[in-house]
Each structure stands twice: as structure tokens, then as C-alpha cells.
């Protein structure tokens, strides 16, 4: 295709179920423009009106909004086969690229991002307008961090009757980051917005989803029913701050949930001042990264599985002479000895001593019925302890707790084989059998004929 109307096409952005989005040269205006092409399907005529009324909706929303942080549009052209509309060109990714374990952005950045979405979506609250579909897919981030909101083609004025505004379907939106509300059909205001952010915020924190299943149905009660997980169980090296914005953007009832854009951004001014790091979050975190990468505990581990762990663990800086672990303490913490040396000791006695590398507390656990330790863990020499907390990996994915729960029954198995090597010289001598066992079950012998 070589050009959509007017505008010269460039090449291809990226194609969507109903639409294909171009990079386009504006010649009145010498400017380059993303222009969103849809061509209407004429034995599906209910689909191309929809889709009209569709482009027809965010031009008429377009030019009620002007916000530095929303996709500008300008031009929207409907023909008989096809209809297009063209905007504001983000040179830049949508927020897909930040959502998962191994891509998340540094903490500061992620509330900054989020803060000036918020200011956003007030702007479009307070000119009469519900975006619906708030996900990483329909916000774009340009080299500055500058976050734009785009697609209001299934926006909601709310100046007119909504219940008889055609542009008003019901279950429109992605599940994973629908409200409450919007999955049972019920009407919706500005605050259904503000729970998608909410779900959004989550994601670009911790690279999962607040609620998470195998199928749609699954999906829909535990959003309907379900508590969100606390954030600081997830990532425990977030402020504590941000459990409280986080709950109270995905609060299930509307009366206790955000008012606007406004009420939820100055919330999150408020966790910024917390963020205090002598190095850059992406340095440090490839550093770590790199550290867990050598160690053989965590050989089996895929890069993902490894960067949720490392998202979800504290990362401790240990003098000597420390305790980690106290007999008699009920806890299911365990963590991993990256660097330095711990002696461990029952009533008094040492047991052993375990260097880099090693696995510590990991029996209590392991154990789901009886979570109290029954040895003292101390350090001899400063040491780098990652500390795993057992509530959060359950909250991990299952290919991580699979991973784990394989990794330290591993490393057990190890170690009892050891302390057997140990005791054997302190037994008796051990009984001689007089051979292996029969290979079946009868022990029978062929009489000559």
C-alpha cells in the first residue's frame, strides 16, 4: 500500500484483530502520523457499522481532549469499504514491553509513569469521558517516559443517557483488567478507569497479573470475589506505601475506591520520597541477576523464573556473628548464600558449616505442617544472604514454585546422603546378604526333560 487517503504510508506499525495501524507522512503538514486503517467486511454488516460508530466515537472524544499525556487525533476519514483515522505518532513501545518479570522498570519510573496516566485519565473524566479499555496495549511510552493514552474508540460520554448510547457495549474491555463492576454490566463511571490503572500499577511492580487463571470464568470470580494479594508479599523491597494505593485502586466497592485521577496521583507523589538507592535500579539488578546466574543451585532455573525470584527476594548484608535462624523460631523464610560463611548448630553442637552457594533454612519450608526451626543458623564472616519469604513464593508463578519445590527436595536428598557418609563409620559392621533378589517374583528352575 502505498498511501491511505492523502497521507503517504511509510511502513507498517503493527496489526491488531480488526485493524492495521501505518507510519504516515502528512504532506499538508509535514509532519509523520500513525493512521489506523480498518476495512469493513461486507458480509458482516453488523460488524462495519459497529466499527463506524467505533471511529465516528473517537474522533467526536478527540477533539474534546488535549492533554500532553493522551494520543492526539487528528483526522478521521469513514468511506464505503474502509475507514481511517489518523494521530499523534509515538515514537516509542507500548507498556506490553514493561509487564513481564525480566523487563520491569526500575520503581521510580513506574510511579512516574503511572502518576501522569492518572492526571490523564482526570483530564478525560472531567471533559465527560470513560476510556473502558485501560491496558498495557493502549498506553505508549515515548524516549522521555512520557506515557500517551490511546485507543478511545470504546470510550463512554457520559454527557449522554447510557443506557441509550449506541457506543455502549456491554463486556467491552480485556478481562485481566476490567472492574468489578464492568464484568457483571453494570454502568460504569470514571472509577472503573482508575481500577484498570490500579491492575496496571501491579503489573509494571511485580510482572503478574493480580488475579490469574486458566479461563475466562475462573478469571471473572476472582476478580468478583477474591482479595488482591498484598503487593509487599510479591516484591517485599517496594515501600510499604504502596500497599495502601494499590488497595484502594482495586477496591471492589465503588464508594471506598479512588474518586479520580487527581485523589489517586497525589497518593503516589507521596511514595516517591521513599525511593532512596545509592546506584541504578538496572545496574543493581543485573548485578544481582548475574550473581544468582553462576551459582549452581539455580542451574535448572530459567532467566524469567530467575528474575521472579530475584523480584520477590531481600537481598541482605550480613556482619559476622549474626543469627539468621534461631531454633525454636516459627518462620518460612529460607534464602540462598550468595557470598560468605555460616555455621549451623543444634543445642549448642555444630552440625556443619556451609559456604556460598548453599542453601540455608530451607527445612522449615519444606515442611507444610510444622514450620518451627530446629537448628540456629549464625554467620562467621560478613556475609550476602538473599532472603526468600514462603508467602510470597506462593504467590509466584507455578513453573517457579515447581522449580523451587524440585531444587531444595534436591539439595535435601544431598545432604542426607552426606550426614549417611558421616554415620556410617560410627555403626556396627552390617549384615552380609547372600545375593541380590530374585528378578521376579517366583524364584523358579527349569527340571531337565
Known sequence: MESIGKYRVIRELGKGATAVVYLCQDPDEDRQVAVKLVRFEHDNAAMSRRLRKLFQTELGIARRLDHPNIVKVFDAVVETDQAYIVMEYVDGVSLEDFCRIDRLLPLHRVIGIIFKCCLALDHAYRHGVIHRDIKPANILLDKNDNPKIADFGLAINIHKDMDRDSTFVMGVGSPAYMSPEQVKGYPLNQKTDLYSLGVLLFQMLTGRLPFRARNPATLVYKIVNMDTPVIS????????????????????????????????????????????????????????FEMLRKLEFFLEFENVELWEILRSAIWRQVERNVTLFAEGDSD?????????????????????????????????????????????????????????????????????QERMQKALTAKVIERLRQANERLAPQGPAATQGSGPPPAGGLDLELLPM
Open 332 to 400: 518460612r523464610r529460607f534464602g540462598i548464600l550468595v557470598r560468605g560463611c555460616v555455621e549451623v548448630s543444634l543445642r549448642g553442637r555444630v552440625l556443619t558449616r556451609l559456604d556460598a552457594g548453599e542453601v540455608v533454612g530451607e527445612m522449615a519450608y519444606l515442611h507444610a505442617a510444622d514450620g518451627k526451626r530446629h537448628s540456629t543458623v549464625v554467620t562467621l564472616e560478613p556475609c550476602l544472604f538473599l532472603e526468600i519469604s514462603g508467602a510470597a513464593l506462593a504467590l509466584s508463578s507455578e513453573e517457579v
Open 233 to 288: 508479599r510479591l516484591n517485599p523491597n517496594l515501600p510499604e506505601g504502596l500497599d495502601a494505593i494499590i488497595k484502594k485502586a482495586l477496591e471492589k466497592d465503588l464508594y471506598s475506591r479512588y474518586r479520580n485521577g487527581a485523589e489517586f496521583a497525589k497518593d503516589l507523589s507521596t511514595v516517591r520520597y521513599q525511593i532512596v538507592s545509592d546506584e541504578e535500579p538496572e545496574v543493581r539488578d543485573t548485578r544481582y
